[in-house]
């Protein structure tokens, strides 16, 4: 199984921060990855598709990188609305697997 | 408008079974693969399964932790999906979610979730 190693698992941050997560894969996934967004209580919402495709609608603050293994989800400038907990996932083998979570909180 | 929603939540004792609906209306359900992913109070996503379309001959993928004791299937003429969870235990106590996938630039993707149903393992 590949096995997605999220980081960091929390932080606080600060409106208008820039704030980058990070997502290993124990082997390679080409640019199968994906980028999801969590509010509490709330179903997850796609943001990034192939690495670095930006889903219709988001905003352009959000942006993905990488590919291989070792992928990236910026937020060049944290608004309020951005405060929730972001997952990795990969498609490239089954079982698909999801990073632990980052949660983004309020300093 | 896509829509997905599930229901068949609810308690059930370990060892139990319970059935989990995903109703789809607002797309051609036929065309596309669909996931269950699920979520245990206050932890992060895991991936339950797959079952793909007619062309793939509705085949099934499931994680480890499911395996021989969940069943993927649907009903193509009713848009709806299905998990059959039977041998519960409590470690499978979470909000089920079904999922949308779509292959989108080469990679496969969700694109769309239901509001999620409970289900709660417990004696």
């Known amino acids: 199984d590949i096995q997605m190693t999220q980081s960091p698992s929390s932080l606080s941050a600060s409106v208008g921060d820039r704030v980058t997560i990070t997502c290993r894969s124990s082997?390679?996934?080409?640019?199968?990855l994906g980028w999801y967004q969590q509010k509490p209580g709330k179903a997850p919402k796609r943001l990034i598709y192939?690495?670095?495709r930006l889903q219709s609608g988001v905003p352009s603050r959000f942006s993905g990188s990488g590919s291989g293994t070792e992928f990236t989800l910026t937020i060049s400038s944290l608004q309020p609305e951005d405060f929730a907990t972001y997952y990795c996932?990969?498609?490239?083998?089954?079982?698909?697997?999801f990073g632990g979570g980052t949660k983004v909180e309020i300093k | 408008e896509v829509q997905l929603v599930e229901s068949g939540g609810g308690l059930v004792q370990p060892g139990g079974s319970l059935r989990l609906s995903c109703a789809a209306s607002?797309?051609?359900?036929?065309?596309?693969?669909m996931d269950w992913v699920r979520q245990a109070p206050g932890k992060g996503l895991e991936w339950v399964g797959r079952?793909?379309?007619?062309?793939?001959?509705?085949?099934?993928e499931y994680a480890a932790s499911v395996k021989g004791r969940f069943t993927i299937s649907r009903d193509d003429s009713k848009n709806s999906l299905y998990v059959q969870m039977n041998r519960l235990k409590s470690e499978d106590t979470a909000v089920y979610y079904c999922?949308?996938?779509?292959?989108?630039?080469?990679?496969?993707?969700?694109?769309?979730w239901g509001q999620g149903t409970l289900v709660t393992v417990s004696s």
């Open positions: 607002g797309f051609t359900f036929s065309d596309h693969y």
């Open positions: 082997q390679g996934i080409r640019n199968d």
């Open positions: 999922a949308r996938v779509i292959v989108d630039s080469g990679t496969y993707t969700y694109d769309y």
């Open positions: 079952t793909r379309d007619k062309a793939h001959s509705y085949t099934t």
């Open positions: 192939g690495a670095s």
């Open positions: 996932l990969q498609h490239n083998s089954y079982p698909l697997t």
